[in-house]
C-alpha cells in the first residue's frame, strides 16, 4: 500500500504548479503620447506578481500554435472572437474566460516547458521595456558581496545565471546546482521572496522594485547529496559555506552545544568543508524556511515555524515545540484553495493512516513560494528516479544576441538606479577569473525554460486565481 500511495503521489505531485491570473484589463494606446488607437489588454499576474499585459489577438496566436504542438484535451476552451466592440461586461467576461483557459494550460508541464509557452511570456514582458540596451545587474551572495554584470536589458534568467556563475569562476557544470533568487532587505534581514524564472528578465524584473529588493545567488537543490562532489570545487564551496552560516546567524538552524563546538572550531580553522559537514547533521538543514504560519492539523487557529526540506513539510509548534513531519510520499497533492486577510491558504492531501486521507491547511504570507517549493522538490525526485543529472549550460541551445532597439524619449519602464556600480566580489574572497561578455552566437550559450511549473511572486498584492497573494514574508 505504501508503494501504491508512493507512486500516486508523484504523479499528482509532478503536475505543473504555475499560477496564472488576470486580475484586471488596462485600456491603453498604440501611440501613446497622442492618446491614439485605444485597445484593451489583459494584465497577467504570475505566481500573484504582474509579468505583463496583452492584446487578445496576442493570446488567440498564442492558443493557434498550443493547438497545433499539443493534444486539445491539455486545453480548454478559448473565448471566441467577436466582430463588435465588447462593452464592458462582455470584457469582464471574456477576462474570466481567458484565465481559466491559462490555468488550465499552466498546470500542463509539457506546455509551460514548451518554447512557445516561454517565448511568448518572455517577448510579453521585453514589451513592457521598449527598447533592448546594454546595462548592468547587481548580483549578491548571501554574506552580502556584490559582483556587478554588464549585460543586455533583455537577458534572460538562465543568461544572466550563467555569466555571473563563469565571472566568479564556478566550474561550468555546477551552475545549475544554484539560481537566481528575489529577497527583501528588511529590518537588517533578508527574505527570500522567489526564485527567478526563465521566462522574465531580471533586470527588467528589478526595475519594477525598490531598493529593498536584491537578485541573490544562491543553492537550487533539496539533497544534501549533491554536496560531496560541490564542495570538490572551492568556489561552490564556499557559496555553501557561506549559506551555511547565514542560515545559522539567522537562526534557522538550531545546532546542539556539541556541534556549535564543531562549528566554531572549524570557523576559526577555516575549514569549510568540516564545517559543512558538522552542519548537515543540524536539524532542517538544506531546507526552505517559511517562518510563522497558521495550520489546522491539530486544532484550528494553530501557530506553527514552516520549513520544506528533507522531502517533507515540517510544523514545528510555537506552544510546546512538538514537530510535525509531513512526509512527501504521502501527500497525494496540493493547492491554493482560498485567502484570509492577506494569506493565502496552501491545501494539501495527507495520507494520516491506511485508507485515512485528511485535508491539511496552512495559512501563510509565502503559500505560493511553499508550492513552488513543493513541486521543485518533486522535480528533483523524479530526475533521481531516472538516473538523469542537473543540466548544464552546454546542453541548452546556441544563445542569440538581441538586436538593441533604441530606448524611447519617456519609456514607460524607468531604470532601476544605481546599477552603473561595477565592483566585483566572489565566495569569500576567492579571486575570480575576469570575465568577458561574449558576443558571438557561435560562443554564446542559448535560454531554454527551466523545468519548474512554479513562477514569480513580489511584493506587490495581486490576484491569484479567485484569491490575492501577498508575497512578504510576516
Not at 508550492?371 to 531516472?386: H, Y
Not at 519548474?452 to 484569491?467: E, G, I, L, N
Request: hydrophobic residues 35%.
Amino acid at each position: 500500500h505504501a508503494r501504491e500511495c508512493e507512486s500516486e503521489s508523484v504523479c499528482a505531485l509532478g503536475r505543473g504548479k504555475m499560477y496564472l491570473s488576470i486580475p484586471e484589463t488596462e485600456e491603453l494606446f498604440t501611440d501613446k503620447a497622442a492618446k491614439r488607437g485605444q485597445y484593451t489588454a489583459y494584465a497577467f499576474a504570475v505566481n500573484g506578481v504582474k509579468h505583463c499585459s496583452v492584446r487578445y489577438s496576442q493570446l488567440l496566436a498564442l492558443h493557434n500554435k498550443l493547438k497545433t504542438e499539443f493534444d486539445e484535451s491539455l486545453l480548454a476552451p478559448f473565448p471566441p472572437k467577436r466582430l463588435l466592440v465588447l462593452n464592458p461586461a462582455q470584457v469582464e467576461e471574456r477576462r474570466q474566460q481567458l484565465e481559466q483557459y491559462f490555468q488550465k494550460v499552466s498546470q500542463a508541464p509539457q506546455i509551460i516547458q514548451s518554447q512557445a509557452f516561454v517565448d511568448f511570456f518572455m517577448n510579453a514582458q521585453q514589451e513592457v521595456q521598449e527598447f533592448c540596451e546594454e546595462v548592468t545587474v547587481d548580483v549578491y551572495l548571501v554574506n552580502g558581496k556584490k559582483t556587478s554584470l554588464e549585460c543586455w536589458s533583455t537577458d534572460r534568467t538562465n543568461n544572466v545565471l550563467e555569466d555571473i556563475c563563469k565571472k566568479i569562476g564556478l566550474a561550468e557544470d555546477l551552475t545549475y546546482y544554484f539560481g537566481l533568487y528575489l529577497v527583501e532587505e528588511k529590518g537588517g534581514e533578508q527574505h527570500v521572496i522567489r526564485r527567478l524564472q526563465d521566462f522574465e528578465s531580471p533586470y527588467i524584473s528589478m526595475s519594477r522594485l525598490d531598493s529593498n529588493f536584491k537578485i541573490l545567488l544562491r543553492k537550487n537543490y533539496w539533497s544534501i547529496d549533491f554536496e560531496t562532489e560541490l564542495m570538490k570545487d572551492k568556489i561552490a564551496l564556499n557559496l555553501l559555506y557561506i549559506q551555511g552560516v547565514a542560515d545559522i546567524k539567522a537562526g534557522n538552524l538550531e545546532p546542539n552545544e556539541q556541534i556549535k563546538a564543531q562549528l566554531l572550531k572549524y570557523k576559526e580553522q577555516g575549514d569549510k568543508a568540516e564545517f559543512i559537514k558538522a552542519a548537515q547533521a543540524v536539524p532542517h538543514y538544506g531546507s526552505e524556511f517559511f517562518g510563522s504560519v497558521v495550520c489546522d492539523w491539530r486544532r484550528q487557529g494553530s501557530k506553527y515555524r514552516c520549513c520544506i526540506g528533507g522531502n517533507a513539510i515540517k510544523l514545528t509548534s510555537l506552544d510546546d515545540k512538538s514537530m510535525h513531519v509531513f512526509p512527501l510520499t504521502r501527500i497525494r497533492c496540493w493547492k491554493i484553495a482560498g485567502q484570509i486577510n492577506e494569506r493565502l491558504e496552501l491545501s494539501f492531501h495527507f495520507l494520516r493512516a491506511k485508507d485515512d486521507l485528511v485535508w491539511v491547511n496552512i495559512l501563510s504570507l509565502d503559500a505560493i513560494f511553499m508550492s513552488m517549493s513543493l513541486q521543485s522538490m518533486v522535480e528533483e525526485l523524479i530526475r533521481k528516479s531516472k538516473g538523469q543529472n542537473i543540466r548544464r549550460p552546454r546542453d541548452r541551445p546556441p544563445r542569440e544576441k538581441p538586436a538593441p532597439r533604441p530606448r524611447m524619449s519617456n519609456p514607460s519602464t524607468p531604470s532601476k538606479a544605481g546599477r552603473s556600480g561595477s565592483s566585483s566580489s566572489i565566495p569569500e574572497n576567492e579571486e575570480a577569473s575576469p570575465m568577458r561578455r561574449q558576443t558571438s552566437a557561435a560562443s554564446d550559450m542559448g535560454s531554454r525554460s527551466q523545468a519548474s511549473a512554479s513562477t514569480a511572486d513580489s511584493p506587490r498584492r495581486q490576484t491569484t486565481a479567485s484569491t490575492e497573494a501577498s508575497p512578504r514574508r510576516q
